[in-house]
């Protein structure tokens, strides 16, 4: 089945830096990748995905880049702030039958003001 | 429109009891999927069910056990507690089985002593 490896588990970064969590997944036939952000106590809630017919997608301060050859994936956010401390979970799966996502381990991600 | 809502919220259970979780999904979603959380494991999908049918399952033991109602609902189960199966439960909804986007729940956070 697929796997995903998620790093790092900790980042902890100043306001207004730039933030990036890799993901690598295993199987070639994985064609979508959700990230998802978990505040503390809260639910995760999808933040942004790609498919794999596009190789980078932005939506204001965050964007995810993929790279199908390598097999991995990533999510950047720029001018971080406070509010975007939690954790971030990727995804990949399949599209069909199989479209269970397989998650990585999580990133907590955390801003100091 | 609602959103996910999951029942009970928080739970104690003794080892060796039985639990049993509700799911109710956003109004036309048919997919329901269960993950457990704990920390430093990320998300772990237990089983997914579409139209009162499993449709996929994880790698959990025969414990672990669920349903859909006809009203596109969910229960899950977890006999014989033991210590290990303290988690956070959460349950996630799409309108189908092949879709890609999840809409999870708040979680029942289960703790057994």
């Known amino acids: 089945g697929e796997n995903v490896e998620q790093h790092p588990s900790t980042l902890s970064v100043q306001e207004g830096d730039s933030a990036v969590i890799k993901c ?3 199987d070639s ?27 980078e997608k932005k939506d204001q301060r965050i964007a995810v880049t993929l790279n199908k050859t390598a ?34 381990r999580g990133t907590s991600l955390i801003v100091h003001p | 429109k609602a959103g996910v809502t999951q029942t009970p919220r928080y739970l104690i259970k003794t080892r060796g009891q039985q ?14 999927s269960w993950y457990q959380q704990t ?9 997914e069910y579409f139209s009162e049918t499993q449709r996929n399952k994880g790698n959990f033991p025969g414990r672990f056990s669920g349903r859909q109602f006809s009203n596109s609902r969910s229960e899950m189960n977890v006999s014989t507690l033991e210590l290990g199966d303290s988690a956070l439960y959460l349950c996630a909804s799409s309108w189908s089985s ?3 986007v999840l809409t999870f729940g708040a ?4 703790t057994v002593l």
């Open chain 2, 107 to 110: 979680g029942s956070r289960l």
């Open chain 2, 98 to 100: 092949g879709a890609n």
């Open chain 2, 39 to 47: 920390p430093g494991q990320g998300l772990q999908f237990l089983f």
């Open chain 1, 24 to 26: 690598t997944y295993s």
């Open chain 2, 19 to 32: 639990v049993t979780l509700s799911c109710s999904p956003i109004s036309g979603h048919r997919s329901v």
């Open chain 1, 29 to 55: 036939a994985s064609n979508y990748f959700p990230w998802y952000k978990q505040e503390l106590g809260k639910r995760p809630q999808l933040i942004i995905d790609i498919r794999s017919n596009v190789g």
């Open chain 1, 71 to 104: 097999k991995h994936f990533s999510l950047h956010i720029t001018e971080t702030q406070p509010e975007d401390s939690a954790v971030y979970f990727c995804a990949a799966s399949m599209g069909g039958g199989s479209y269970i996502p397989t998650f990585g």
